[in-house]
């Protein structure tokens, strides 16, 4: 009975041990909060395209609207823009200078989060096509992805690239050259008729195709041959072409303010072509393009309702600055501490300078967007100070070496809130985002590139290219030129080339350095940047990059 | 559903059972233990011998046990002393005296599924038991045994209540920011993480992670066993590699009716541990002048008052903690059951941890004694109070930062009684601790329930159930009124987080104990595991609140108490993380000839779901022998040695930690109608593989009055694991892989114990340990990866450390340093070549001491330990209180304004802040008077004063060299970089304990 009752429970429990071990799990992982690609085809569907087409959409925000990313490789590297070491502040173990400078080296932390946010782009926009996209969606996904190669082209000379459902533990093929150049024509060129014709500057319409189409022939000579562009006939005309069309198309014209195509209601701007679109007030995946103003403004500008609205670093050279003409001294444009003063008395002066009164500013804050120099001021017109109690009045001189030390080492150089802080809420707490949109394509750049295209076709046709230019003049209050020349290669802020022009309008709008370069003077020397070698016409692969995909080649130099 | 109902069952029948229990006529019999000397032992196990019945005597060494009358013999035993029995027929009171043997083999080792005689232990386990523990300000199980064990690093990683711990067991052999050892409690094998969110608030960094033991009672521990080497650890497979700690909790041993111990202490802190140096506010007048600052006479520079910003923002408020034991039981079952209550104030006014733990546990038997049930329950409810105290805060949002910085001359509040907010610096410190609501709750069940049969004599069966479930909420509240905060004033700002973690064991496990031949003994155990844990999170929140926006009209209802106040409403998130499953078979075979020769083979085979397809399991063996020299016959009569054993072990051990998910491909969605993929298919991922080899001997001398131990080792972890810089274009900068690298941990350990001296009315017991460690990575060819991140102003996107080839883990990269030009500006890397290898932040010796000195009924415990031969990157002193800051009216410090740096000098992170990080600290000092029994009812009461933290030996300038602020970059860990860290105090207790 005993020995029974033993080998029953012997069993028993044996029985168990082995039903727990034959009955095990086969380990397979169930994801939580996402879904694995199987799961993505059946559950997003035809109509859930979009949402993946969204996300490339929203990765436009991290590299079109930080101070850290394109801005910084775009326009701190030349003379639009620069962020002197202010004492504790903006020294950020020099990256800021080493862009002004050129001496940055491939370790460049803005040099790889650039990289990588563009092949985010890339990424995403890649994969749209891998879920069997609408053709809208897919030429969509390809404007998408060749304005993301467009970028990498331009500051890196190559890109990697990816066929939708390749295996993404592979490196990819990189492309460089002119082959890379043409790839993106040809991918582009089949993409366009594709596109949708209306529905705003925030989707990639035909215009926004035809206006980076535009981008990638007139600056196919530049990509081809840095130190010495040279530009074909064909190309230039495919410019002209283009731009014409979109010209002629009558969708687009200038706003009556400049500055309008950058306040927090700029989504409905008739010059804007393709834009980064944000709301007021709603995180919508980004935070706005604060950044804008606030990497430039004093500390104390604002601080009654923008708490830390300024961070007292982005200047511009003054050099730049004068390349608005001998008619706008130094001291600065209008310097009203009388708030009411709505009419300015200087008309005649190039309105795209700002400093003037702006409703929906300057009337809740005091702030005149535009070029800063000088005393500023409050909404009651009361001079402000500098945190030692000094008088905040922006001093154009920055030290050489772009280190400031002295007791003004605040207020050097001048700033530009070129995008008008959102005010939208009036007095009360600024609580982010702004809904200023992000221009990326905008109209006159369009007018002005056929403008060049006319110059630089194998029948220079200057005196259509001056008119083009002084139609836009006209409309931005500025005289009219006697005649234009493309470049002064002396002195890159000669006020009198297109590429003065292409600065004074669009200005802060990251392309400066493309333009510098296609004009051939994006190595000679000027403020604040005393060497230069051409190794610098390209940014080097980043390190961490370069030792992920070995497909990938270092750029000469680095 | 069923799972519950099971554990219902399972947890309802030993209760059954217990009350049960028969009452038998029992005699009672009572007793004195002493050691050789004559002193009593207190604490003894006093069991009837053969049974699980038994007591232990109380502070005088007294006993009484009630024994069935079929009981021959008492046995009796205490850690350090060889086990004796008694005989007890026919007597109703007996005295024992034990002998002196710290080389008490047949004490059994917790060694994982079970425990081993530590005679037949082969790999190099450090046991601590409770009488060794350190005392007071405990939050935290790790904390009990820093300095203890030799080779085991426990940094607690700041002052604060409840701060996470950084543990390292033989050095980091991990590239990934988690790091730490398995934690396994009564069996159990933890989960590791902790169900209590993290907060992260735009310019007020992310505050630091909390410990994920907090909901253990201290008290309740037993003992703590550390695996050290792959032959103890190799039975936890691919978990085991970064060291295995196990946690044993108390039973009952009493016998004959209900025994309850009770305990109180009330607690304060006596000021800073160590201070860091800013200026007084008579010095912040000399350096206005000193540095000719303008505008020197403007209320904005001299507020013309006299403040000591680190004194105000401390806390000396007493707390308190209160603890109850009641145990018993009898043949047929024991039980016990504890709670603690406690509500420590930080050292930081408006923080804390206030904890609530029960406990209930017992065995009962069946079947004829041949089933034994166990059971554990443990319920831990943790309440943590945080302030603005954050690891990467930028230029402001920081109490201790704002502290630091807080001009001396101003008056912390109006003459109206508000707040006074300057519009310089980083704020008032006091307003920011008072604008911030922030409170954690937690709470923790850990329940476990076994069953073992004995299917013969020999062979027993045990399954084990265990569910471990943690739900946390915290409540982040920022008021409107608080001035400066872009994103908080005027507006004010609520976030509710919640989080669960569920973690589920079953284990089944067959051991073979016997004796095959006279002289080869065999221990086998075989077992199948299954565990499964996941995490789940969500939060939503809130800003623009119509309430306290101003100081006048404070009203005492928190935003997180009406979010739908808030003009804007954040996203709601919600994150479910993949179920983590593993399942492994294992195996351990112990055989030991004669007591001479021993060997021990491990294997376990594990399979997990986080692994990729083409590597679903792996396997880890080790192997380890054993030579016990002093049981031959030719070293039985030395007078040298009483004990001498020779150890070797080889093994693999795994490691898994990193994110579930991460093998598989993956698209999320993300907020307004957005959807992408997110992680990349990675079929070959797999675990990371440490190889390592122990070569070690223990040793006692002079009879036993002098013993320790010696280790060599040698570990290689290689197939990293770690996060790749994703191959572009790719759907985030990276990846997880395993990487074709080694990370190499050679060193060895040195432990030593004496006696020095043992009489009835005097004894001194020293303990001390060494051990030295290098590290170095080797064999990796790709990009230097930078980590280590240096906040505040004008550092932004600088770094301190990097992974680099041959150089050791999270080394020191940085510009040099050059001196000061002409102008008293800070002259770095001037010739432009960027940062250089300069040092290493890994401790390359760890050392521990302890002694206790005993006179009559009073006795000292001194506690001490420290690192050496590392460095410190000094955070706060390059970008918090550096001279620049006095232009601005902000206070710097001691350090800055004693160079001849001038306040024009830029902020750079640079060698220049690179300290060496020696230190000693003298962690706690107790002295403890025993009365014994004072009444009838009242036994072994006993009263203490300690004082922990009281001080430390360093030339480090910080708060504490003890500092581990999480510093990573994109998941790679950082280490003994400080920066604003919540400070040390000093803190003093007194308390009694007693029993009923």
Redesign the interface.
């Known amino acids: 009975m005993k020995l029974y009752k033993?080998i029953r429970?012997?069993s028993v429990?044996?029985i168990?041990?082995a039903a727990?071990?034959t009955g095990?799990?086969k380990?397979?992982?169930?994801?939580?909060?996402?879904?694995?690609?199987t799961?993505?085809a059946n559950a997003?569907g035809a109509a859930?395209v979009?949402?993946?087409l969204?996300?490339?959409y929203?990765d436009l925000g991290t590299p079109f609207t930080a101070q850290?990313h394109v801005f910084s490789l775009e326009e701190n590297s030349t003379d639009e823009s620069l962020v002197p070491?202010r004492?504790?502040?903006?020294?950020?173990?020099g990256?800021w200078r080493v862009i002004h400078n050129h001496?940055w080296?491939a370790?460049h932390?803005q040099v790889q989060s650039v990289?990588?946010s563009l092949?985010?782009l890339?990424?995403?926009a890649?994969?749209v096509l891998d879920f069997k996209p609408s053709a809208a969606q897919a030429a969509q996904a390809y404007f998408l992805r060749d304005l993301s190669l467009y970028f990498l082209l331009d500051m890196y000379g190559q890109f990697?690239?990816?066929n939708p459902g390749d295996n993404?533990?592979?490196?990819?093929k990189v492309l460089s050259g002119d082959s890379a150049t043409q790839f993106i024509i040809t991918e582009l060129t089949a993409a366009i008729p594709n596109l949708p014709t209306s529905g705003g500057p925030s989707i990639a319409t035909q215009n926004a195709g035809n206006t980076l189409l535009m981008k990638l022939y007139l600056n196919r000579g530049m990509f081809a041959n840095r130190t010495s562009p040279t530009f074909a006939d064909a190309d230039m005309q495919q410019v002209i072409t283009l731009g014409n069309a979109i010209i002629n198309s009558g969708q687009y014209s200038y706003m009556a303010n400049y500055f309008d195509n950058f306040n927090a209601t700029n989504s409905g701007s008739t010059e804007s072509i393709f834009a980064y679109a944000n709301t007021s007030?709603v995180?919508?995946?980004n935070s706005g393009p604060d950044a804008f103003w606030m990497m430039t403004e004093h500390y104390n500008q604002e601080?009654a309702y923008?708490?830390?609205?300024g961070w007292n670093g982005f200047s511009t050279t003054s050099d730049f600055y004068n390349s608005f003409g001998a008619v706008t001294p130094l001291t600065g444009v209008t310097n009203f501490p009388n708030v009411s003063a709505i009419n300015n008395p200087d008309t005649a002066v190039d309105s795209r300078l700002g400093g003037r009164y702006y409703n929906g500013a300057t009337n809740i804050s005091g702030q005149r967007p535009g070029f800063q120099i000088g005393q500023q001021y409050d909404v009651n017109g009361v001079a402000l100070m500098d945190?030692?109690?000094?008088a905040l009045a922006f001093d154009p001189t920055i030290a050489s070496n772009m280190?400031e030390?002295?007791?003004n080492?605040e207020v050097t150089g001048i700033r530009v809130p070129k995008y008008v802080p959102d005010f939208t809420k009036g007095t009360?707490?600024?609580?982010?985002p702004s809904g200023n949109w992000v221009q990326i394509f905008r109209y006159p750049d369009v007018v002005l590139m056929v403008a060049e295209a006319k110059m630089r076709e194998a029948a220079p046709d200057n005196a259509g290219a001056l008119a083009l230019v002084n139609a836009l003049r006209t409309a931005r209050g500025a005289q009219p030129m006697p005649s234009i020349a493309l470049v002064d290669a002396s002195n890159v802020d000669d006020p009198g080339t297109m590429l003065a022009e292409r600065g004074r309008e669009l200005y802060w709008e990251e392309m400066r350095r493309t333009d510098l370069l296609r004009f051939g003077v994006f190595n000679v020397i000027w403020q604040y940047k005393p060497t230069d070698a051409p190794m610098y016409d390209i940014y080097p692969i980043p390190?961490?990059?370069?030792?992920?995909?070995p497909n990938l080649k270092q750029n000469t130099g680095y | 559903m069923t799972t519950t109902r099971f554990l219902r069952v399972l947890l309802l029948c030993p209760l059954l059972l217990i009350m049960q229990i028969s009452w038998a006529q029992n005699t009672t019999i009572s007793g004195k233990v002493t050691d050789d000397k004559g002193a009593p032992v207190a604490g003894a196990s006093v069991l009837v011998k053969g049974t699980k019945t038994g007591t232990s005597t109380d502070a005088t060494g007294n006993f009484t046990i009630s024994v069935p009358p079929s009981a021959q013999s008492l046995t009796v035993s205490y850690v350090g002393f060889g086990a004796q029995d008694v005989s007890i027929s026919g007597k109703t009171s007996v005295t024992v005296t034990l002998t002196t043997s710290n080389q008490n083999l047949n004490e059994v080792v917790v060694i994982g599924y079970g425990g081993v005689r530590k005679k037949d232990l082969t790999g190099a386990v450090s046991v601590v038991g409770a009488k060794d523990f350190n005392q007071g300000g405990i939050s935290a199980p790790d904390q009990l045994v820093q300095s203890k064990v030799a080779g085991v690093l426990v940094t607690v990683n700041s002052g604060e209540p409840g701060a996470g711990t950084t543990i390292q067991i033989r050095g980091s052999s991990s590239l990934r920011a988690s790091n730490n050892p398995l934690y396994v409690i009564d069996g159990v094998p933890l989960d590791g993480r902790n169900a209590e969110p993290q907060a992260t608030i735009t310019g007020f960094g992310t505050t630091p992670a909390s410990n994920p033991l907090l909901f253990i009672n201290p008290n309740d521990i037993a003992s703590i066993s550390i695996l050290k080497d792959a032959s103890a650890a190799a039975i936890y497979g691919a978990r085991g590699a970064n060291g295995v700690i196990e946690i044993t909790t108390k039973k009952a041993t009493a016998s004959g009716g209900m025994k309850i111990d009770a305990g109180v202490s009330y607690g304060t802190y006596a000021g800073y541990m160590k201070k860091f140096g800013v200026l007084s506010s008579s010095q912040f007048v000399n350096a206005l002048t000193k540095y000719n600052v303008?505008?020197a006479d403007?209320p904005?520079?001299n507020g013309g008052h006299s403040t000591d910003a680190l004194n105000a923002i401390t806390n000396s408020t007493v707390t308190q903690a209160y603890n109850l034991a009641i145990s018993g039981g009898n043949e047929n079952g024991r039980y016990r059951a504890s709670f603690y209550a406690s509500d420590p104030q930080g050292f930081i006014k408006n923080t804390g941890l206030d904890k609530y733990v029960g406990t209930f546990s017992g065995t009962t038997y069946g079947?004829n004694k041949?089933l034994t049930i166990d059971f554990n329950l443990v319920e831990g409810n943790v309440g943590h109070t945080f302030t603005a105290i954050g690891n990467t805060v930028g230029s402001?949002g920081d109490a201790i930062t704002a502290a630091l910085q807080w001009n001396p001359t101003f008056s912390f509040y109006n003459p109206d009684g508000t707040y006074n907010q300057p519009?310089?610096g980083t704020g008032n410190p006091l307003a920011l601790i008072g604008a911030v609501n922030d409170r954690a709750v937690t709470n923790t069940v850990l329940a476990n329930i076994s069953g073992s049969?004995k299917?013969?004599p020999n062979l027993e069966?045990k399954?084990l159930y265990s569910i471990n479930n943690s739900a946390g909420s915290r409540n982040t509240n920022y008021d409107g009124w608080l001035?400066?905060?872009?994103?908080?004033?005027?507006?004010g700002l609520g976030v509710i987080q919640n989080a669960k973690l569920n973690s589920q064991t079953?284990t089944?496990t067959?051991t073979y104990n016997a004796n095959i031949t006279k002289k080869l003994h065999l221990t086998a155990l075989g077992g199948?595991e299954?565990w499964t844990s996941?995490y789940?999170a969500n939060a939503f929140g809130a800003?623009?609140f119509n309430t306290n926006l101003t100081q006048q009209t404070i009203v005492p209802v928190l935003y997180t108490s009406m979010l739908q106040d808030g003009?804007?409403q954040?996203?709601p998130f919600?994150?479910?993380?993949?179920?983590i499953?593993?399942?492994s078979?294992f195996a351990r075979a112990i055989l030991n000839w004669d007591d001479k020769y021993l060997l021990t083979a491990t294997l376990r085979d594990d399979?997990?779901?986080?692994?990729g397809a083409n590597n679903?399991y792996g396997t880890f063996p080790s192997v380890a022998g054993r030579w016990t020299v002093s049981n031959e016959n030719f070293m039985k009569n030395s007078k040298v040695f009483s004990t001498l054993a020779i150890r070797a072990s080889y093994g693999i051990t795994g490691n898994q930690e990193y994110p579930?998910?991460s093998?598989?491909?993956?698209?999320?969605?993300?907020?307004?109608?957005?959807?992408?993929?997110?992680?990349?298919?990675?079929p070959?991922l797999q675990w990371e593989q440490t190889t390592s080899t122990d070569f070690g001997f223990d040793y006692g001398l002079m009879k036993g009055r002098i013993y320790g131990s010696f280790d060599y080792y040698d570990k290689n972890t290689t197939d990293l694991l770690y996060q790749?810089?994703?191959?572009?274009?790719?759907?985030?900068?990276s990846t997880w892989q395993n990487l074709n690298a080694t990370l190499s941990n050679k060193g060895f350990e040195f432990s030593i114990g004496a006696n020095l001296v043992q009489s009835s009315n005097f004894s001194w017991d020293i303990g001390f340990n060494i051990a030295n460690n290098k590290n170095l990575l080797t064999n990796y060819?790709?990009?230097?990866?930078q980590t280590g991140q240096v906040n505040g102003?004008?550092?932004?996107?600088?770094f301190a450390e990097a992974i680099a080839n041959n150089e050791p883990l999270d080394a020191f990269y940085l510009?040099p340093f050059q001196g000061f030009d002409n102008?008293g500006?800070q002259i770095v890397d001037s010739a432009?070549k960027?940062p250089v290898f300069a040092g290493d932040p890994n401790p390359h010796t760890l050392y521990g001491v302890s002694t206790t000195l005993r006179y009559k009924k009073l006795s000292l415990l001194i506690n001490g330990g420290g690192a050496g031969g590392f460095l410190i990157y000094n955070n706060t002193a390059t970008?918090v209180t550096?001279i620049?800051?006095i232009?601005?009216g902000v206070n710097i410090g001691t350090s800055a304004y004693n160079s001849i740096e001038e306040?024009?000098?830029?902020?750079?992170?640079s060698t220049r802040f690179l300290e060496s990080g020696n230190y000693f600290k003298l962690r706690n000092v107790r002295l403890q008077y025993i009365f014994g029994d004072v009444a009838k009812v009242v036994k072994n009461l006993s009263v203490y004063v300690s004082g922990s933290n009281l001080f430390v030996i360093t030339k480090f300038t910080g708060f504490d060299p003890e500092v581990s602020i999480d510093k990573s970059n994109g998941g790679y860990p950082s280490q003994s970089i400080e920066y604003a860290p919540y400070p040390t105090g000093r803190s003093i207790a007194v308390g009694l304990n007693f029993s009923l």
Not at chain 1, 27 to 37: I, Y
Not at chain 1, 387 to 390: F, L, S
Not at chain 2, 903 to 909: I, K, L, W
């Open positions: 033993k429970i012997a429990a044996l168990l041990f727990a071990i095990c799990t380990l397979n992982e169930t994801l939580g909060s996402n879904l694995n690609s799961q993505t997003v859930g979009q949402l993946l969204n996300a490339a929203v850290d070491t004492g504790p502040d903006w020294d950020d173990n990256v001496t080296t370790a932390s990289f990588e092949n985010k890339n990424f995403d890649t994969n990697p690239i990816r993404l533990l592979l490196a990819p007030g995180s919508a995946n601080a923008v708490p830390n609205a945190r030692k109690g000094n280190i030390t002295g007791s080492l009360t707490y600024y609580e982010g390190t961490a990059d370069l030792s992920a995909n | 303008p505008n403007s904005f520079i079947l041949k402001q519009t310089t049969y299917i013969l069966y399954l001035s400066g905060y872009s994103g908080i004033s005027g507006l079953f089944h067959l199948y299954y996941q789940s800003t623009g003009n804007t954040f996203l919600t994150y479910l993380d993949p179920k499953e593993i399942q078979f399979g997990s779901s986080k692994f679903k579930a998910g093998a598989e491909e993956q698209f999320a969605f993300s907020a307004y109608n957005t959807f992408g993929q997110v992680n990349v298919y990675n070959n790749s810089q994703a191959i572009q274009p790719a759907p985030a900068t060819t790709g990009a230097l990866i102003q004008g550092v932004s996107g600088a510009k102008n500006n432009g960027g970008s550096d620049s800051g232009s601005k306040p024009s000098s830029a902020v750079e992170a």
